[in-house]
C-alpha cells in the first residue's frame, strides 16, 4: 500500500444533496482502435440477433427505482444481480425497511421469499452463494458528520451469519454513499468504495477504500484507507492471486486510473483523460456506468460515458503537481471502450462506438458475452441540453452493442425493450443476466421530491 495522497481544500468537498449525471444519447459510427473515431465493419451473417427475453417477479416491499444524480438528474437506483456456483440467482434492491435479496431459480423465477437485511441501505455490490449472499452495503454509525459506515453484511441459511463494519471511529471515516463494489476470489471478499475523512489528514475530505474480508468476517491485511481522491467511480476484478484489479476516476488528477494494489497515487496509469469533476464523468462508475470484464488471456476492458479530451496539460497553479486540467471535446457523453493489457497497464487509446455530440449516452455497460465477445450497452438521449456537466433530453432506447476484443462492430446497433438498472450477472452457459424496473425513462426534467416505486421486477436473459 502507497502513502494517501493529501486532500484538497475544504472548498472542495463531495456533496450529497445529489451525486452524479444520468441521461441518454443516440448511437451512430464507431471506431477503429488507435483512431479517433472507428469506422465500424459490418455485423457478419452469424451475428446473434440479440434477443432478450424476461420473466416478472412480485416485490413484497416498495421499490424506490429512481435516484437524484448531480443537478438532480435522474438515475435508476441500482439493482445486483449475482449467480452462485449451483447457478441459482439472487438479486438485492432497497426498500424502506432494509435492502432485500430476492432468491430465483436459474430460469429467474422465485425460488423462496426475500430475505431482508434490517438497518441498511444502498446496494454496494452482491456475491450469490450457494447458501445465501454477502452483501456491501451502509449501516448506521456514530461519528462527527452522523454519517453511514460501510459494512458488509454475510447471509447464510436463510439468516445473517456475521456484520463486519468497514469504516468507524478507528479508521476516522464514514461511507455516506457508497458507489461500491463487491466481489470474491473464493477465499475472500474485496470491497471498494467511497469513503468520508471523519478526522486526522482527510478530515472533511472525500476518497476511496479498499478492503479484503475473510469468508467468516475477519478484516484481512492489503488494500488501502484512502486512495483516489475525490473518486468519482470505482471498479473491481477479483483475482486469484495478490490485488484484485481495480480503477477509479479521479477528478483532481481529471481521468480514469489504474489504482491496482497502489490505492492510486500520483503515478498511478492514466487508462483516459477526462474533466472529471463532480458531475461531469459519465454517471456513477460502476453502479451506472462501467464496469470491468477480464479476457481469457488476461486483458481487460471497461465501459463509460466519455467526453473527450481536446486538450489535457497539468494545472500550472496547482503547487501538489496533482491537478490537471482537461477541455472535455464534447458537451454531451459519448460510448468509450477502453482496455488494460493486464492488471497494471492500460493498452492504447479509447475506442468510441458513438459519434453524435447532438446525443447524450448514459447508463454505459459492459459484461462478457461468450469466449471472444463483450456486450456493451448505454441508453440515449437526443436533443440533449447540457449545463454543468449534466444533460436532459428525450429518451430514445437502450441499445445493445458486440463488439470483440479489439473493439471491432460483432452487431450493429440493438435497441431492446428491457432495461439495465444495474449489474449484470454471466451465467454458467455464457448467457446474461439482470434485473430492471419494467418502465420506460425519461430525462426530460430533474427529479425534485420522492421517487416512484414499483412492486416487481422483470429478471432479462439474454442467451449466448
Given at each position: 500500500?502507497?502513502?494517501?495522497?493529501?486532500?484538497?481544500?475544504?472548498?472542495?468537498?463531495?456533496?450529497?444533496?445529489?451525486?452524479?449525471?444520468?441521461?441518454?444519447g443516440?448511437?451512430?459510427?464507431?471506431?477503429?482502435?488507435?483512431?479517433?473515431?472507428?469506422?465500424?465493419?459490418?455485423?457478419?451473417?452469424?451475428?446473434?440477433?440479440?434477443?432478450?427475453?424476461?420473466?416478472?417477479?412480485?416485490?413484497?416491499?416498495?421499490?424506490?427505482?429512481?435516484?437524484?444524480?448531480?443537478?438532480n438528474?435522474?438515475?435508476?437506483?441500482?439493482?445486483?444481480?449475482?449467480?452462485?456456483?449451483?447457478?441459482?440467482?439472487?438479486?438485492?434492491?432497497?426498500?424502506?425497511?432494509?435492502?432485500?435479496?430476492t432468491?430465483?431459480?436459474?430460469?429467474?423465477?422465485?425460488?423462496?421469499?426475500?430475505?431482508?437485511?434490517?438497518?441498511?441501505?444502498e446496494?454496494?455490490?452482491?456475491?450469490?452463494h450457494?447458501?445465501?449472499?454477502?452483501?456491501?452495503?451502509?449501516?448506521?454509525?456514530?461519528?462527527?458528520?452522523?454519517?453511514?459506515?460501510?459494512?458488509l453484511?454475510?447471509?447464510?441459511?436463510g439468516?445473517?451469519?456475521?456484520?463486519?463494519?468497514?469504516?468507524?471511529?478507528?479508521?476516522k471515516?464514514?461511507?455516506?454513499?457508497?458507489?461500491?463494489?463487491?466481489?470474491?476470489?473464493?477465499?475472500?471478499?474485496?470491497?471498494?468504495?467511497?469513503?468520508?475523512?471523519a478526522?486526522?489528514?482527510?478530515?472533511?475530505?472525500f476518497?476511496?477504500?479498499?478492503?479484503?474480508?475473510?469468508?467468516?468476517?475477519?478484516?484481512?491485511?492489503?488494500?488501502?484507507?484512502w486512495?483516489?481522491?475525490?473518486?468519482?467511480?470505482?471498479?473491481?476484478?477479483a483475482?486469484?492471486?495478490?490485488?484484485?484489479?481495480?480503477?477509479?476516476?479521479?477528478?483532481?488528477?481529471?481521468?480514469?486510473?489504474?489504482?491496482t494494489?497502489i490505492?492510486?497515487?500520483?503515478?498511478?496509469?492514466?487508462?483516459?483523460r477526462?474533466?472529471?469533476?463532480?458531475?461531469?464523468?459519465?454517471?456513477?462508475?460502476?453502479?451506472?456506468?462501467?464496469?470491468?470484464?477480464?479476457?481469457?488471456?488476461?486483458?481487460?476492458?471497461?465501459?463509460?460515458?466519455?467526453?473527450?479530451?481536446?486538450?489535457?496539460?497539468?494545472?500550472?497553479?496547482?503547487?501538489?503537481g496533482?491537478?490537471?486540467?482537461?477541455?472535455?471535446?464534447?458537451?454531451?457523453?459519448?460510448?468509450?471502450v477502453?482496455?488494460?493489457?493486464?492488471?497494471?497497464?492500460?493498452?492504447?487509446?479509447?475506442?468510441?462506438?458513438?459519434?453524435?455530440?447532438?446525443?447524450?449516452?448514459?447508463?454505459?455497460?459492459?459484461?462478457?458475452?461468450?469466449?471472444?465477445?463483450?456486450?456493451?450497452?448505454?441508453?440515449?438521449?437526443?436533443n440533449?441540453k447540457?449545463?454543468?456537466?449534466?444533460?436532459?433530453?428525450?429518451?430514445?432506447?437502450?441499445?445493445?452493442?458486440?463488439?470483440?476484443?479489439?473493439?471491432?462492430?460483432?452487431?450493429?446497433?440493438?435497441?431492446?425493450?428491457?432495461?439495465?438498472?444495474g449489474?449484470?450477472a454471466?451465467?454458467?452457459?455464457?448467457?446474461?443476466?439482470?434485473?430492471?424496473?419494467?418502465?420506460?425513462?425519461?430525462?426530460?426534467?430533474?427529479?425534485?421530491?420522492?421517487?416512484?416505486?414499483?412492486?416487481?421486477?422483470?429478471?432479462?436473459?439474454?442467451?449466448?
Open positions: 500500500m502507497t502513502s494517501a495522497p493529501l486532500p484538497r481544500s475544504a472548498a472542495h468537498r463531495r456533496t450529497h444533496a445529489a451525486r452524479k449525471p444520468l441521461i441518454g443516440l448511437a451512430a459510427a464507431g471506431l477503429l482502435a488507435g483512431a479517433w473515431y472507428a469506422t465500424a465493419g459490418a455485423a457478419t451473417p452469424a451475428a446473434p440477433a440479440l434477443k432478450v427475453t424476461a420473466t416478472a417477479v412480485t416485490l413484497p416491499a416498495k421499490f424506490p427505482y429512481l435516484s437524484a444524480g448531480y443537478n438528474t435522474r438515475e435508476w437506483t441500482r439493482t445486483a444481480t449475482a449467480v452462485a456456483p449451483n447457478g441459482t440467482l439472487r438479486v438485492a434492491w432497497p426498500a424502506a425497511d432494509g435492502v432485500h435479496v432468491p430465483l431459480t436459474s430460469a429467474g423465477k422465485r425460488a423462496g421469499g426475500d430475505a431482508v437485511v434490517k438497518g441498511t441501505k446496494v454496494g455490490g452482491l456475491v450469490a450457494n447458501d445465501g449472499f454477502a452483501l456491501l452495503t451502509r449501516v448506521a454509525d456514530t461519528n462527527k458528520w452522523k454519517e453511514t459506515a460501510a459494512a453484511v454475510r447471509f447464510s441459511g439468516k445473517e451469519a456475521w456484520r463486519t463494519k468497514l469504516t468507524g471511529t478507528a479508521s471515516d464514514t461511507s455516506p454513499t457508497l458507489d461500491g463494489q463487491l466481489t470474491w476470489n473464493g477465499t475472500k471478499y474485496g470491497a471498494y468504495f467511497v469513503v468520508h475523512g478526522g486526522g489528514f482527510a478530515d472533511g475530505h476518497g476511496d477504500k479498499l478492503s479484503y474480508i475473510g469468508s467468516k468476517g475477519a478484516k484481512l491485511s492489503g488494500g488501502w484507507g486512495g483516489c481522491s475525490h473518486n468519482e467511480g470505482i471498479a473491481l476484478h483475482e486469484a492471486t495478490g490485488a484484485f484489479t481495480s480503477l477509479c476516476f479521479d477528478d483532481w488528477r481529471s481521468g480514469l486510473f489504474v489504482s494494489g490505492g492510486a497515487p500520483d503515478n498511478a496509469p492514466a487508462v483516459q477526462e474533466q472529471c469533476w463532480a458531475g461531469y464523468c459519465g454517471g456513477t462508475y460502476a453502479s451506472r456506468t462501467g464496469d470491468l470484464v477480464k479476457s481469457s488471456t488476461g486483458r481487460y476492458a471497461t465501459a463509460y460515458g466519455s467526453r473527450g479530451a481536446a486538450s489535457a496539460k497539468k494545472n500550472p497553479d496547482d503547487a501538489s496533482r491537478g490537471w486540467t482537461v477541455k472535455p471535446r464534447w458537451n454531451t457523453h459519448q460510448v468509450a477502453s482496455f488494460l493489457k493486464n492488471r497494471n497497464s492500460p493498452a492504447g487509446k479509447a475506442i468510441y462506438l458513438t459519434n453524435a455530440p447532438g446525443t447524450e449516452h448514459v447508463n454505459v455497460r459492459v459484461a462478457p458475452y461468450g469466449k471472444d465477445r463483450l456486450l456493451v450497452s448505454w441508453e440515449s438521449l437526443k440533449a447540457c449545463a454543468s456537466g449534466t444533460c436532459t433530453g428525450t429518451f430514445t432506447g437502450t441499445h445493445l452493442r458486440l463488439i470483440d476484443w479489439n473493439g471491432a462492430f460483432k452487431t450493429p446497433d440493438k435497441v431492446v425493450q428491457a432495461r439495465i438498472t449489474d449484470i454471466a451465467l454458467k452457459d455464457g448467457s446474461l443476466t439482470w434485473a430492471y424496473v419494467p418502465v420506460t425513462p425519461s430525462y426530460a426534467t430533474a427529479l425534485n421530491g420522492a421517487s416512484p416505486t414499483t412492486a416487481s421486477l422483470r429478471i432479462a436473459r439474454l442467451a449466448l
